[in-house]
């Protein structure tokens, strides 16, 4: 068993080049190798790896959702890229998906173990940790649950490591009709039917931009006198000239929020829109 998890660990190390890191590695009472950032056990010893490797494996303590699982030394991680619908709690009800991305992402987790790699930001405004995440034999997580339709793709600037790889899960879903791309429940909505009482949570707009304007920070396209998109001027470079979107039918994917009369959908990355036939 020493011999299989290291030689996994050998061959991530191989797989992926960056910098130089000092990490520790220590044998769990199961007689696991394990590797991590982090001295979690007090007979782990540093160890130096040569630029080779930026992928750590850590023990999963729990799942608690479709994207989001908690490491044996209590770290919350948030997987990059991707939102699963919510499961219930005190402060919401579930969403139709919810139960079946978290019970996906359970099983295959079921070993206990995942392999985590950083973009560039490495935490969320909550402190959890942003990864992508690989099961001990080898499966990307974030992309599989894009392409059984169980998440939705939400690339955010300046994470942008997998973004073609994930682009690619995700339309692989939507053209098979998997998951939430069938699902009634997340079918486009005309933004004309936008009301106070169920614009919240992920959800797909049909929509037509008329006309552009700016603000100090964002790039404002007009949809209409209750609803605009919003574009992050820092962002802007990742987008085809924002004229090419006006006057023609589009899909806009992600969150609104409001602000007196006023709906927003806040785009950060040309993903998020799909331009119709």
């Known amino acids: 068993m020493v011999k299989y998890f290291y030689s996994v660990f050998l061959l991530f190390c191989l797989s992926v080049s960056v910098s130089a890191t000092e990490i520790y590695q220590w044998t769990d009472e199961s007689g696991r190798q394990i590797f991590s950032d982090q001295p979690a056990d007090p007979a782990a010893e540093a160890i130096e790896l040569q630029p080779s490797s930026n992928r750590y494996l850590f023990n999963v303590k729990r799942v608690y959702d479709g994207d989001t699982f908690v490491l044996e030394n209590n770290e919350r991680v948030r997987l990059l890229s991707i939102n699963t619908p ?13 139960i079946a991305a978290r019970d996906w992402l359970r099983n295959k987790l079921k070993q206990g173990q995942v392999y985590l790699q950083y973009d560039t930001e490495k935490r969320d405004r909550y402190d959890r940790q942003l990864a992508y995440a690989w099961t001990v034999d080898g499966a990307f997580i974030n992309e599989q649950l894009l392409q059984q339709g169980l998440a939705a793709l939400t690339i955010q600037p300046p994470n942008l490591q997998y973004a ?13 009709k998997k998951g939430i791309w069938a699902d009634k429940h997340y079918q486009p909505r005309k933004v004309s039917t936008i009301n106070e ?7 797909r707009w049909r929509l037509t931009a008329k006309s552009q304007s700016q603000t100090r ?3 404002v396209l007009k949809v209409n006198d209750k609803v605009s998109l919003r574009i992050a001027k820092k962002q802007q470079a990742l987008f085809p ?3 090419t979107y006006l006057n023609k039918p589009l899909e806009v994917r992600g969150w609104i929020s409001k ?19």
């Open 197 to 203: 009482n169920d614009y919240r949570g992920w959800q």
């Open 217 to 219: 920070d964002y790039w």
């Open 164 to 176: 073609e790889q994930l682009i690619t899960a995700q339309q692989q879903a939507v053209e098979q």
């Open 241 to 243: 000239p924002l004229g």
């Open 86 to 98: 919510e499961i219930s709690s005190r402060h919401r009800e579930a969403e139709p998906g919810g």
């Open 259 to 277: 602000r007196g009369d006023h709906y927003s959908l806040f785009v950060q990355h040309p993903s998020a829109i799909v331009t119709l036939e």
